[in-house]
């Protein structure tokens, strides 16, 4: 699910359409596999000798619940905050966190479920992991890999349908401007109910580039056995770092049907998006949107679309062999993720464990741990998933210090789902007598409840930096 780099004024088709064109023309070779009971769950596999699990999830929940938090967040509306919109890709569905389009099924699997209102609009969901550190370990191997029956629709009644299961570099979260060059895995995609899989590697630059976007470097072929749309199938994506020049490779079932290698994709891009700390996986089924109407010739989602047949996921899980070191919890150095997924409003947040930022540094702090530091106008860090609970708050607290020149003064504020939205409470802050002389500055908040992006934002009259914050905290 490629995101486009700027939002034009028409969306632009980011997907493969040169392989749409193709698609007419294409000779797929077929390999025969057994066909795979529609309704089998099977229990994340037990890695072969020299491979070893890194992370996993077999949504084994209860019937009608929403994935766990402490694995994935829930990607809500029609774009990220300050992202393109229609997530980029001209898709016209609303996500939500409702369990109506995502829940587990009671029977061992994720349900992903496109629905359309009476008014015509359509809702579906996309969730993504909260681990974001998952890359190759030096001179070994990651493979990620899921179990997935695509959306059982196939013909007129599938048209928009886009189903995907895939890989963004983490660098995309809260800048959502620089791909492709942070790279991006598609290691299953499908469109408008045709029996073929589709593997995807987006680097680079767009348009053009080593991965010739918006299309990218990739292939297709049909499910082995069985149509992807009647069974579940085995998807699977290798990053071989063991070999020289590296490869990456998709696989269905065990069968190899698409190889890129380093040299293809060359330098810069090529430690453009392996240098950094990693992926972060993602689950979605779209509806519409620019591969689905480039294959099709036509606009789609049509009223001759059914709604509300699912994405069925069994697993997902994220394997290592050999090589380095690689993490098998979440980083503690900063940007972190609590644990559970879940920041408590009313709890310390520390600064530094932030989602994303702009233009901030860390540094040691005084008091212990880490503080934020180097922090002047326009710069930002963002906070995911802080619950307020069903009553709001009365005020906040930050823990701050300056050492700004005379006349060097500005505002700490909080501000609700973008970084560009009204504040709902702000302080000022000047000098406290040096950049690690600490002190608690309250300020006010309008009203707040339920889980919420939160994001504090610094803004001066003046370019230099004002403000350092080691945390801060919602009070009742």
């Known amino acids: 699910m490629t995101p486009a780099p700027a939002a034009p004024a028409a969306p632009a088709p980011r997907r493969r359409l040169r392989l749409a064109v193709a698609l007419s023309a294409a000779v797929t070779t077929v390999l025969a596999g057994a066909a795979v009971s529609v309704n089998a769950n099977a229990a994340v596999p037990t890695p072969p000798a020299g ?45 939500t966190n409702s369990t109506s389009n995502l829940s587990h099924d009671g029977a061992g699997n994720l349900r992903i479920t496109p629905l359309r209102a009476s008014n015509g609009t359509w809702t579906s969901a996309r969730i993504e992991s909260v681990r974001s550190d998952f890359k190759a370990p030096a001179g070994g191997i990651m493979a990620i890999e899921g179990r997935i ?33 942070i790279g991006e895995f598609d290691v299953m995609e499908n469109v408008n109910g045709i029996n073929r899989v589709w593997g995807v590697l987006h680097c680079g630059v767009a348009p053009g580039g080593p991965c010739d976007e918006n299309n990218g470097l990739g292939n297709f072929r049909t499910c082995p056995g069985s149509s992807c749309q009647s069974a579940f199938h085995t998807y ?90 690689t993490p098998t919890t979440p980083p503690t150095t900063p940007p972190t993720t609590p644990p559970s997924g879940v920041r408590d409003a009313y709890s310390t947040i520390q600064a530094e464990s932030y989602n994303a930022q702009s233009g901030v540094l860390v540094e040691a702090c005084s008091e212990g741990g880490q503080n934020i530091a180097a922090v002047g106008n326009g710069n930002w860090v963002r906070f995911d998933n802080v619950d307020f609970g069903s009553t709001p708050p009365t005020d906040f607290v930050a823990r701050v210090a300056s050492g700004a020149a005379a006349g060097v003064s500005g505002l700490v504020e909080v501000r609700v789902g973008s970084p560009t939205s009204t504040p709902i409470g702000s ?50």
């Open 51 to 95: 491979w070893s699990l890194v992370w996993s999830d077999d949504f084994t929940g209860a019937s009608g619940t929403l994935p766990s938090s402490a694995n994935w967040i829930i990607d809500t509306g029609t774009s990220y905050p300050g992202g393109p919109p229609n997530w980029g890709t001209g898709e016209i569905q609303t996500y």
């Open 149 to 181: 029956q695509m959306p059982n629709v196939t013909g007129d009644a599938a048209l928009g349908y886009w189903p995907a299961f895939w890989a963004l570099g983490s660098p995309y979260r809260g800048n959502y401007q620089n791909w492709p060059g």
């Open 236 to 325: 699977r994506f290798e990053w071989d770092a063991s070999t020289s020049p590296q490869q990456l490779r998709w696989y269905v079932d065990g069968q190899l049907y698409h190889t890129v290698t380093q040299s293809q994709v060359g330098e810069p891009y090529w430690t453009q998006m392996t240098s950094h700390a990693g992926y972060f996986l993602l689950l979605n089924v779209a509806m519409g949107g620019g591969f689905p109407n480039g294959v099709a010739g036509f606009g789609t989602p049509t009223a001759a679309t059914v709604p509300g047949r699912p994405m069925l996921v069994d697993y997902v899980a994220v394997y290592r062999r050999g090589g380095g070191t």
């Open 427 to 476: 302080f000022s802050v000047a000098n406290t007598g040096g950049w690690q002389s600490w002190r608690s500055v309250p300020g006010n908040v309008s009203r707040v409840t339920g889980r919420q992006t939160v994001y504090l934002t610094f803004t001066s009259g003046q370019p230099a930096d004002f403000v350092n914050v080691n945390w801060f905290s919602f009070r009742r």
